[in-house]
């Protein structure tokens, strides 16, 4: 008994060197790309003066939140400079938006083919499990095999880890829509594709926009964790932090963690609710020219779907109802 064994990890071995063999161009195209796009944004948010990148953030805070997260957010980010971190936080804040967003356009296409499809569902869904109950430092095993050291192994990594939130909260968004309005536009003559476009995307956005925030959360986690992989930033700080037991710099790295953990996490909080001061102030401006268009806040509930065909609620004319 105490011979048996299944060699489960042999095999898996012999599974990676085929793929690296034989797919190693597909693996050098995802690294070009993920490395050409990190490059990009880091190059936009470290080559400015600190102090504009500071005055954009304000400016979004107070967009989506008022003035009491103005004024925050630029206490934070000041903190962030007066600690030195500021270069490795914008590379932290850059490995965090290239993978959000990709994991973001992965993610929210297949929650809604397993919203529309049960069968794409029961597959989707034991993969997720899978993915969400792997230890984290797993993932970086296959990343380094695939795309060797550097920000591209954390980038992928973080893709991994971080999209099955928004996977599933997509499909629990449009799966949570009114049926009633669904057959409303159906009945109205409207396709499917408006029907998602027009009417489930749009009653599913808090939800959405809830895995929105669960996925880039998970990223800025993640992204600390591919420190170990060479990806730098304040994910290598916290590691070397580590290795020296260096608690000034494992404090101030780590600051810097929550601060940008912060104000990720109520700028697309705030975006989810819908009611931010800018939004309030459009709607407003719209109030006071006298557009006929509703405010989207009070939406009629029994109100036929905006996106039903202006040809199917025509009135028939004498001539046509003499023919």
Same mark, same amino acid.
């Given at each position: 008994m105490n011979d048996f064994r299944i060699p489960l990890g042999t095999w898996?071995?012999?599974?990676?060197?085929?793929v690296t063999q034989h797919f190693g161009f597909f693996f050098d195209f995802i690294r070009f790309t993920f490395a050409g796009a990190f490059e990009i944004?880091?190059?936009?948010?470290?080559?400015?003066?600190?102090w504009l990148i500071i005055l954009l953030a304000a400016v979004l805070a107070y967009a989506v939140r008022g003035w009491k997260f103005f004024l925050g957010t630029i206490a934070g980010l000041l903190l962030i400079v007066g600690m030195n971190q500021w270069e490795n936080a914008m590379a932290t804040l850059s490995l965090v938006l290239v993978a959000s967003v990709i994991a973001l356009a992965m993610s929210i296409p297949l929650g809604i083919l397993a919203a529309k499809s049960k069968t794409a569902s029961s597959i989707i869904r034991p993969?997720?499990?899978?993915?969400?109950?792997?230890? /984290?430092f797993v993932f970086l095993i296959p990343a380094l095999l695939f795309f060797g050291v550097g920000e591209v192994p954390g980038?992928? /990594?973080?893709?991994?880890?971080?999209m099955a939130p928004g996977v599933r909260l997509t499909e629990l968004g449009i799966r949570g829509v009114d049926p009633e309005v669904v057959e409303a536009g159906s009945a109205f003559g409207a396709s499917p594709g408006r029907i998602l476009r027009q009417i489930q995307l749009p009653l599913a956005l808090p939800t959405i926009m809830a895995g929105i925030n669960q996925v880039i959360m998970l990223s800025l986690s993640m992204v600390v964790i591919a420190g170990m992989v060479g990806a730098g930033a304040l994910g290598a700080e916290i590691m070397t932090s580590l290795s020296r037991i260096d608690i000034v710099l494992g404090s101030e790295a780590g600051l810097a963690v929550v601060i940008l953990a912060i104000f990720l996490d109520r700028v697309t909080? /705030?975006? %989810?609710? %819908?009611?931010?001061p800018l939004g309030r102030f459009i709607a407003a401006r719209k109030g006071s020219t006298g557009s006929s268009t509703p405010p989207a806040s009070t939406p009629p509930a029994s109100a036929p779907p905006a996106s039903a065909p202006v040809e199917t609620a025509a009135v028939v004319t004498p001539e046509r109802a003499s023919v």
């Open positions: 898996v071995e012999v599974v990676f060197d085929f944004v880091d190059y936009l948010l470290v080559t400015p003066p600190f993969v997720l499990d899978f993915l969400q109950t792997m230890p /984290a980038i992928v /990594a973080t893709i991994i880890f971080a909080a /705030a975006l %989810g609710t %819908g009611s931010t």
